[in-house]
Structures are given as C-alpha cells and as structure tokens.
C-alpha cells in the first residue's frame, strides 16, 4: 500500500513577537508624527495668516454683494405704502430730505473735502475709557461679571469652572484719524450702485451717509484663566487636566464706520457700526497644560484659540455683519435736566467709585453722630443719678449701701 506525503507547511516569515514589535514600533511613530506636526509644529508668521484671513473677509464681503446685486436687479421694487393716519394740519410738512441735499446744506462736498484728524474725538474717547478703567478697579465690578459670564449655563459638561487669574485694560488709547463721510446705499456698500448708477436698468438714489475712520490700537489687554478639562468616559472624572490660558491684544488696527438708520413712526433711530474686512489683529496667546509634566506654549492652542477669536469678531462687527445701538428721543425733557439752581432738579450723577466713597462718608458721619448721642445720654444720666444721692443725702434718708445683704442695719457704726 502506497502512503500518501502530505505537503510541506509553509514557513512563517514573521513570528508573532516580530510581528507584536513591528505593531508597536509603528503606533509609536505615528504617535510622535502626531505630537510633532500638529501639537508642536511651527505656526506661520503672523503676516502671512493676517493675509490669509483679509483675503478671507475680502471673498466673503464680495459674494455678499454680489449677491445684494443680484436680489436688486431680479426683484421688483414696491414704493412703501403710508400709514393710513390722519395728519395734523398744523404741523407743517417738511419738503423731503436726500443725502445730497443734506450735503449740499452742510457744505460738504465728499470729492473735494479733506479727512479730518479727529483729535478732540481721541481726547474724549480718552477720557471715557480712563472712567471706565477706574471703575473696574474699584471694588472688583469687572471681575465678577467677567467670572459669571464666563460660567454661565452654556458652558460644556467637559470643562470645570473657569477662574480668571489675571486682567489687564491696558494703559494706552485708540487713536481715531483720516475720518470721511461718503454716501452709500441701503445695504451699507460704497462701491457698484453709487453715485446714482444704473444697477438693473434704472438709477439708484443714495440710501444714507455714513462716516468711515481708522482705528490703531497698540496696547496689551491681558486675560488670563485657569480651568480643568474633565474626561467623563467610560464613568465620571476618569481624568484631569489643567489648563491655563492667557489671550493678550497686541495691536489692533482697522476702519470703523459709522451711520444713522433712519426711524419711522414705529421703529427708532438706531446707530449701526461696523469695520471693514481690511482689518488686523494680532493676539499674543500663552498656554500651560498638565500639572506635574506641564507642555508650555502649544502651537496649535494658540492657532485653534486665535482662530476662534477672529470667528467672534467676524460673526458681530465685521461687514456685512454690524451693531445697532437704539438712540432715544432727541427732544428736551424735564427729567433729563440737570445742574442749576432749581430746587426740584437733580444731582449731578456722579460715577460708581465715588458714589461709593460719598456712601461710606455718610454711613461713618452717621456711626459718629450715634456714638456721640449714646455718650451723652449716658452723661446725662450719671448727673441726674448724683443730684438725686446728693438730694437723699440732704434730707437724711438711709439707703442701702451698694453690697450690703437685706435685713441688716446699715445706720450700725463699724466699731
């Protein structure tokens, strides 16, 4: 009977320890890959990130308006409808105002005029934030707000509470120049649709006026926080992480503009303000992660922290984007009077910290005036109780002596 060779078995090329080495030897490179290019990896110069964002802004401000464009020229436009109100007959109708007009009134000619240097503005503004400053220092107002906003309900569960270590307001002052007004339409452009162009087929009229200047801001405003990264899986605070954080303004320039939105009889007046996308800010950003190995200075907490900074800024105050501030009524009124000599007229308001320090006057004057009564009574009291021992003592009336027991005869002479 013929036997049957079974086949040879193939070698194995790798043994398992090789194979285990192997694994472990590439999880390990892919690991300080990762900790090298993306935690520690050199950031790009601020120039160049400065640029990448302007040209950012610039696209999205562009497709913006093309976009209003496009609205324009595809939308019919419908002439408001008055509100069904009887008018008095005796307030006289004014004639209609356009920006020309008010142009042509004010002398002011927006091709010709020169830009102002607006330095009683930087004086005053100045002044402002000096206050503002003062009153922050006094009895910590900035730091509880600043501590309360920063934990507020919508703070994630992975984050513990966020306590603020260190604030600087800076000790320098924007500086306002090259102010100008121009006209601009609706929307708040400057640029295709003005100057009574043709947009659509027919002529646009200029919607408002708006005043556009340039901000410089070289200061350092500090903000500095502590905090825990809380790792809450597979089951509660299975790890923590400190962190600290320090975001620092460095300099800030940009152009602001201003203008006034037009109120009806149902809407306010409001001021609307906002910079353009040609702006720059440069944040000066420190880290501190661990707390026995402590990495200092992430790269990438910075970048992903400054990023989210200049997300902020763009999303409230960067065109198209802008804020309104509701002006109150212009007409005089009485309980807005203040100063002279009129008896029902107010006080003169006076700031926080030194409402303060009149309150605390008051409140020590008063303690003194209390004290002062309290001794007096007492002396008085003491001279009214000596007349009535020296009155006894006239008559001949025996009283007790101070510790003498009941019962016993206080006229017994000691022999």
Request: charged share 25%.
């Amino acid at each position: 009977m013929a036997t049957i060779d079974a086949p040879p078995k193939p070698e194995v090329s790798l043994s398992f320890t090789q194979g285990l080495l192997l694994g472990q030897l590439s999880i390990v490179i892919l690991i300080g890959a990762f900790i090298k290019f993306f935690i520690f990896g050199d950031p790009p110069s601020p120039d160049v990130t400065a640029a990448l964002r302007a040209t950012e802004r610039r696209s999205r401000t562009l497709a913006h308006k093309r976009s209003l464009l496009t609205l324009r020229s595809t939308t019919p436009r419908h002439p408001s409808q008055p509100l069904n109100k009887k008018r008095s007959s005796i307030l006289r109708n004014p004639p209609p105002l356009t920006t020309n007009t008010i142009l042509s009134k004010t002398y002011y000619n927006v091709d010709s005029h020169q830009p102002e240097s607006l330095d009683w503005f930087n004086v005053l503004i100045a002044q402002t934030i000096a206050q503002f400053r003062a009153d922050a220092q006094y009895d910590d107002a900035i730091l509880t707000s600043l501590t309360k906003a920063l934990n507020g309900t919508a703070r994630p569960d992975f984050l513990d509470e966020i306590k603020v270590t260190e604030l600087s307001l800076g000790e320098d002052f924007p500086i306002f120049s090259n102010c100008r007004v121009i006209p601009v339409d609706e929307d708040g452009f400057a640029g295709t649709g003005n100057r009574g162009e043709s947009v659509g087929g027919s002529a646009r009229e200029h919607g408002r006026l708006q005043a556009r200047m340039d901000v410089d801001l070289s200061d350092f405003i500090t903000l500095a926080l502590e905090t825990k990264l809380l790792l809450n899986y597979p089951k509660p605070l299975v790890a923590v992480l400190p962190v600290a954080l320090a975001v620092s303004v460095v300099r800030f320039s940009g152009t602001l503009s201003i203008s006034f939105i037009p109120g009806s009889p149902l809407n306010a007046t409001t001021l609307a303000f906002s910079f353009l996308d040609d702006y720059r800010l440069d944040l000066s950003i420190r880290s501190l992660v661990g707390s026995r190995s402590r990495l200092q200075d992430v790269p990438k907490i910075a970048q992903l922290v400054e990023a989210r900074l200049h997300t902020w800024f763009d999303e409230r105050a960067v065109e198209p984007r802008f804020q309104q501030i509701e002006l109150p009524s212009l007409w005089p009124r009485k309980k807005n009077t203040r100063g002279g000599d009129d008896a029902g007229s107010e006080p003169p308001s006076v700031s926080r910290a030194k409402g303060k320090e009149i309150e605390r006057d008051l409140r020590e004057e008063a303690r003194r005036e209390v004290e002062a009564e309290a001794r007096a009574r007492a002396e008085v009291e003491r001279i009214e109780q000596e007349g009535l021992r020296w009155r006894r003592r006239a008559r001949g009336e025996e009283y007790a002596m101070p510790g003498s027991m009941p019962g016993s005869m206080p006229g017994l002479n000691m022999i």
